[in-house]
């Protein structure tokens, strides 16, 4: 087996110092261009890679974040992990994945292992978190921040679209359609997303003087919102609008009422959903639906844990962001309607 090179022997090589070295490959450092090119060459011509793990024991830093997630099946967390990665990464920093139920059991689980691995942060897309866990992270000096969820704890730090403003939107936009029967698929109701888009979606109908014609939970999986169709759709009395919590059940709950029970839409039934992933523009299903901000839900949620990192006793940032109704052809259009 071949030695291992050295940064001692890139730096020989370079013609520069060994911390001139360290520089060029601690991310943020200060080093010129031109050294950076001797070092990087040299360190191409000798096959030298820097100990990542080695400078962590030193540093105290593992240029790692914790990204624990539920699920990913709903198509709105792989390109959200694409972003944070990408957006991490052009900061210095690599990301850990580790897939988590939403459970506290399991959720403590992972954490207890995500700790062993000396991140530097952790954030938690769409998992909820116990106020132990919360206590056992901060006791290990061990940022944490949200995504895609704010806890009732405001000491927690989060990013999220604005769910609330969200739901109301969409309730607007079916009531202006003239819809009357209007009903909901719900979503997890563990998840704050969720209580936070019905409870905007219910004040919106409540303003034009309606409730809720009828409801029933998807619990954010496909099969579940599959079987919530059928229940509020396959009877005489069956809605005439519904808004399903996020696109990813909407998929499911669109394809049982044209293929399953016969029905058009929006002809006999609108269907609203929420997330506008990629597949919601596609011909087959035309979702009209709210749309996440995800790159500045990105982009906020990478600003507040580096800042977190930095100054571990900032106060908790919290962010909601509102996102834009994009019309589409699977609900009524209301007459004169201009977004």
Not at 53 to 81: D, K, Q, W
Not at 284 to 313: F, G, K
Request: net charge negative; hydrophobic share 45%; proline share 4%.
């Amino acid at each position: 087996m071949a030695e291992k090179v050295t940064s001692l022997q890139v730096a020989e090589k370079a013609g520069v110092s060994q911390s001139a070295v360290s520089r060029v490959f601690t991310p943020g450092a200060s080093v010129s261009a031109k050294t950076a090119d001797k070092v990087r060459k040299a360190a191409r011509e000798l096959g030298y890679r820097p100990n990542i793990l080695a400078r962590a024991m030193i540093t105290g830093r593992s240029r790692i974040i914790g990204l624990v997630v539920a699920y990913l099946e709903n198509h709105f967390y792989p390109e959200v992990l694409e972003k944070l990665s990408n957006a991490l990464q052009a900061q210095g920093y690599h990301v850990l994945i580790f897939m988590a139920s939403n459970t506290s059991d399991n959720i403590d689980a992972v954490m207890d292992e995500i700790l062993d691995y000396q991140v530097d942060g952790i954030i938690l897309a769409s998992v909820a978190m116990s106020s132990d866990l919360t206590q056992r992270c901060e006791a290990a000096g061990v940022p944490v921040v949200l995504f895609n969820r704010l806890q009732d704890d405001e000491t927690l730090s989060g990013v999220a679209s604005n769910n609330v403003a969200g739901g109301r939107k969409l309730a607007e936009f079916l009531v202006a359609g003239g819809h009357r029967r209007i009903a909901h698929i719900a979503g997890w109701e563990g998840a704050s997303t969720q209580r936070d888009r019905e409870k905007g979606f219910l004040e919106g109908l409540a303003a034009a003087g309606l409730t809720l014609h009828s409801r029933a939970e998807g619990n954010f999986h496909t099969d579940q919102a599959q079987a919530a169709a059928r229940q509020l759709f396959d009877t005489d009395d069956r809605p005439d609008a519904v808004f399903v919590s996020n696109d990813h059940m909407a998929f499911a709950v669109m394809d049982v009422l044209r293929f399953e029970l016969g029905l058009g839409i929006p002809d006999d039934v609108s269907v609203v959903g929420y997330d506008d992933v990629i597949i919601s523009s596609w011909p087959s299903y035309n979702l009209t639906t709210l749309r996440q901000p995800a790159n500045r839900m990105v982009e906020e949620t990478v600003r507040t844990m580096l800042a977190r990192i930095d100054t571990p006793n900032m106060p908790a940032r919290r962010v909601a962001i509102d996102g834009p109704l994009i019309v589409r052809g699977s609900a009524r259009i209301p007459e004169g309607w201009t977004e």
